[in-house]
């Protein structure tokens, strides 16, 4: 129970953090807030099963999630966006309908009990060109006060973690015909390292948001405000 715990520790942070500050954050954190709450209670159901009912697959409810989290993070990612750029929810919308298309197929194809390595690296595909187009946009919107600006944390984090952890899944099952369980256990801690990462920057960009809305100056693509 204590390495679920641990392997847990990155988004508790960034829940107790969006906690605290919940009432001051913008639309865009809250649905970032909301796929924390929801990762968290998907892990928790997963190990219950896993737990209560050994042999049993829970790759299904992993399956389940899969399109929750890409709906969340990229309605996120076009609501700090949306009122700072000229561009239609079409793009989003659409890239959203392309991914549920190829995980639908991957179900049907494998079985809901088998996890949708393939979906998993269409969603990471998806959530990084939306917020590569977000960090893109702060930028050149913010250059001298980027580290200031609460979702450039939040991009970066994301960035990292999709970056790194769609070459793995895209993967994972060549890895595991050439590597040892060993090996591929050491793939999955940079995955843990990657999603530690991703969360506490997160959880600052919670914390620069709730410090930015005390002085009431927010910065460009700061939120959809």
């Given amino acids: 129970m204590s390495k679920f715990f641990i392997d847990l ?6 829940l107790i953090i969006g906690l605290i ?5 913008d639309f865009p954190f809250r649905l970032l807030f909301a796929q924390i709450v929801i990762a968290i209670a998907i ?14 697959h829970n790759a299904w409810l992993y399956n389940l999630y899969i399109p929750i989290d890409c709906g969340l ?3 996120a990612a076009y609501a700090f966006i949306k009122e700072k750029v000229k561009i239609k929810s079409g793009y989003f919308v659409l890239s959203y309908l392309g991914f549920i298309c190829i995980w639908l197929y991957g179900l049907i194809q494998s079985g809901i009990n ?16 939306a917020y590569l187009f977000v960090l893109y946009y702060s930028i050149i ?8 600006l609460p979702v450039f944390w939040a991009c970066i984090g994301l960035i990292l973690y999709y970056g790194c952890s769609i070459p793995f899944f895209a993967t994972h099952r060549y ?14 801690y940079i995955l843990f390292i990657l999603n530690y990462i991703r969360y506490f920057l997160t959880a600052l960009a919670f914390f620069l948001h709730y410090k930015q809305s005390k002085t009431g100056k927010f ?5 959809s405000r």
Avoid: M, R
């Fill in 43 to 56: 892990e928790f159901i997963g190990y219950e099963i896993k737990k209560q009912l050994p042999g049993k």
């Fill in 73 to 75: 993070l990229i309605w």
């Fill in 219 to 223: 910065l460009l693509t700061n939120a």
């Fill in 114 to 129: 088998a996890f949708a390595f393939i979906a998993v690296s269409i969603d990471g595909i998806v959530v990084l060109t």
């Fill in 175 to 188: 890895l595991e015909t050439v590597l040892t369980n060993a090996e591929n256990q050491k793939l999955f």
């Fill in 9 to 14: 520790c990155g988004p508790f942070v960034a």
């Fill in 21 to 25: 500050f919940f009432k001051k954050l």
């Fill in 141 to 148: 919107s913010n250059a001298q006060k980027l580290i200031k």
